[in-house]
């Protein structure tokens, strides 16, 4: 079954009480059971629900995998990946990462014993040098938020198997229509489902996909005990909005390339992070595992001050100033002030997150549109 057809249909199956084409929204706290233990598989919505169950089967089948979990943000998703590991165990992770991601590592997990190697991974070698006996995950997030890395998923993936070490990808960026970390070696892929998944600013969600048996059931054993599930309007309205992915990233792709190519050239843009261009760091990987580039891109503003920075942001008409991204509105973004708040300064600036950098998701508005309105604000 080809993508679009799985966006679709994947999980779903008409009601087999009214016929109705759309999954329903199961809107229960529990299941009646004929006797103790006699039920159809659900017992109480916390771990299980109809809704739910679609969209997971949906999800796990874009991801090429078997398993799908969905969570109540992505966030829920990273803390259940990270409740796999025991005081002491070690994880090697990129440092270019979501702000959020960067909080849970530093600020709740390290205060439990697990010690993060937050480094460059845009060279396989260089992670090899991280690991030791202690090693048990390795995170990646390609393409990194805000600045773009290309790390090789499928070179990493080698080195964790050849030590034994869980990979988990961070997907979001690309999303399951461009990139499918599953086919190239890793264990776990993340989404934050709120983005291109859900693709509408509607809804709050995470998940994680992944073949492995046994790990699927210690993951649903988390999920269910700790309670970071999401309600089924929630599991509805991005069973919904997968229906239109592939629709939908195409536009993204398209709308993003010619940005990129408008801004690349623009006298106010010092540097712009984009992997679809020859000259970004490891392209030629981004070229291999990705189907198309899409449409994330950052810049940073030549010669521009925090208040001048803030200035250029607070001037689009169309493209709207707010955290988040993926959806079908653009949306700038400024990663020192918002998302990428809680990271130390100086580690920000090692990898580029400067004051006069923004982020831009490109969204499906005609592209005239927002190119007229990239103008007005640069200007």
Not at 29 to 34: A, E, I, L, M, V
Not at 338 to 359: F, W, Y
Request: proline residues 5%; hydrophobic residues 40%; aromatic residues 8%.
């Amino acid at each position: 079954m080809k993508f679009g057809t799985k966006a679709i249909h994947a999980g779903q199956e008409p009601d087999p009480t009214t016929g109705a084409i759309m999954t329903p929204i199961y809107q229960t706290s529990t299941y009646w059971q004929k006797s103790p233990g006699d039920h159809k598989g659900f017992e109480y919505s916390r771990g299980t629900n109809p809704t739910r169950k679609a969209l997971e089967s949906c999800l796990a089948a874009l991801e090429n995998s078997k398993f799908g979990l969905a969570f109540s943000s992505g966030m829920g998703a990273t803390d259940a990946v990270m409740k796999l590991l025991v005081p002491g165990d070690e994880v090697i992770t990129g440092n270019d990462l979501y702000g959020g991601s960067y909080r849970i590592f530093t600020k709740i997990f390290s205060n439990y014993g697990i010690k993060f190697h937050f480094i460059d991974m845009s060279d396989p070698n260089h992670v090899k040098n991280y690991v030791n006996d202690h090693t048990k995950l390795i995170w990646i997030e390609t393409p990194t938020n805000p600045t773009m890395q290309i790390v090789d998923i499928a070179a990493v993936a080698a080195i964790a198997k050849a030590n034994n070490i869980l990979l988990a990808v961070d997907n979001t960026f690309a999303s399951p229509y461009l990139q499918n970390p599953i086919d190239l070696g890793a264990d776990i892929v993340m989404h934050s489902v709120t983005k291109y998944l859900g693709g509408h600013s509607d809804v709050v969600m995470g998940a994680l996909m992944l073949n492995d048996e046994d790990l699927y059931k210690r993951l649903w054993f988390i999920y269910n005990a700790c309670g970071a599930t999401p309600g089924p309007m929630d599991s509805f309205l991005v069973l919904r909005g997968l229906k239109t992915l592939h629709l939908r990233m195409k536009a993204h792709c398209e709308n993003g390339r010619q940005v990129a190519e408008f801004l690349k050239t623009h006298p106010k843009v010092e540097k712009i992070y984009w992997p679809g261009f020859t000259d970004h760091p490891n392209h030629d990987i981004a070229k291999k595992q990705m189907r198309d580039f899409g449409g994330m891109i950052s810049i940073t503003l030549k010669g521009a001050d925090l208040q001048e920075t803030y200035r250029i942001a607070s001037s689009f008409n169309v493209f709207s100033l707010a955290e988040s991204l993926g959806g079908v509105e653009s949306l700038i973004n400024h990663p020192v002030s918002m998302t990428h708040g809680s990271i130390p300064k100086a580690e920000r600036d090692k990898v580029g997150v400067t004051d006069n950098l923004l982020r831009l998701s490109v969204g499906v508005e005609d592209i005239d549109d927002l190119l007229d309105d990239l103008k007005q604000a640069l200007s």
